[in-house]
């Protein structure tokens, strides 16, 4: 496996190759794509769930009392969709690869040469997030063709709400897969922040629904400063304070789960 190379032009070293480490991870990515394509199982949840939970929320949303909460079909669904696509194609699917790449000695054998640690995560987390951020675009227009809904108001708040969701779900997917001696065992240590997720964090119920003292709660969970941000930056209603607020717990949740993968990710199988 090689990746990008740069050839010095004078000195001892002259005509010698040396790598980048953005061509090493290219190379990684291309290497792992190869190896996800081959877990069906993975590949599956991956693809299809994400595709399919949309639907599901859909024919549930005509239920719920969304009138005088401020609250569209389309307002709901967009963002809870890219929460899904967070959820199952890169928490859950990544969860599998960490733990599997552990158990396989891969991990070990990549760090002894001269990948770097975050090349090596990066590298195997590249191809569950291009699959992710295809699945929002195609969620996205979806959405706009069958819903009506427009461009976002305030994109900023979209483009910062994912771009911390691309850091924070791959990382707390490495602690996940820390947690278990197995692939198996990864996939259940994945389930309690799974279920919680969808359940409190305005994927299957917006936050506007819940009882009042489980709001405040659920505010502080991974996933919601992510549906905020996405929905208000679809919207344009989201206050200042709310705004702040969501990115103030995206950023510690970014900061926790790198702080956590540099403590405790673990390289090499538990005996």
């Excluded at 290497?31 to 769930?49: C, D, H, P």
């Excluded at 090349?119 to 191809?127: F, T």
């Excluded at 994945?190 to 009042?212: M, Q, R």
Aim: charged letters at 15%; hydrophobic letters at 50%; proline letters at 6%.
């Amino acid at each position: 496996m090689s990746g990008t190379t740069v050839t010095t032009g004078a000195g001892p070293g002259a005509g010698q190759a040396r790598t980048t480490a953005a061509g090493r991870t290219r190379a990684l990515a291309r290497a792992e794509l190869t190896l996800l394509g081959r877990s069906r199982a993975t590949l599956a949840t991956a693809v299809l769930v994400p595709m399919v939970m949309p639907l599901m929320l859909r024919s549930n949303l005509g239920s719920m009392h969304l009138k005088g909460t401020g609250l569209t079909v389309g307002s709901v669904l967009l963002p809870s969709s890219i929460g899904f696509v967070l959820l199952f194609a890169v928490y859950g699917s990544l969860v599998s690869v960490y733990a599997a790449r552990r158990e396989e000695l891969v991990l070990k054998r990549l760090r002894t040469g001269e990948l770097r640690d975050l090349e090596i995560l990066a590298g195997a987390a590249l191809p569950s997030v291009a699959i992710g951020l295809t699945q929002c675009l195609i969620l996205t227009v979806a959405c706009r063709a069958t819903l009506g809904i427009g461009m976002p108001e305030r994109p900023e708040l979209v483009l910062l709400g994912l771009l911390s969701a691309f850091v924070t779900w791959p990382a707390l997917a490495a602690v996940t897969a820390s947690l278990s001696k197995s692939v198996e065992g990864a996939q259940i240590a994945a389930s309690p922040l799974t279920v919680v997720s969808l359940l409190g964090s305005g994927t299957f119920i917006p936050l506007e629904l819940l009882p009042d003292g489980m709001a405040p709660f659920c505010e502080l969970l991974p996933l919601t400063p992510v549906i905020t941000l996405l929905r208000g930056g679809w919207t344009g209603d989201l206050s200042a304070h709310d705004t702040v607020g969501a990115l103030v717990t995206a950023v510690a949740w970014t900061v926790i789960a790198v702080f956590a993968v540099r403590r405790w990710f673990r390289w090499e199988p538990r005996r």
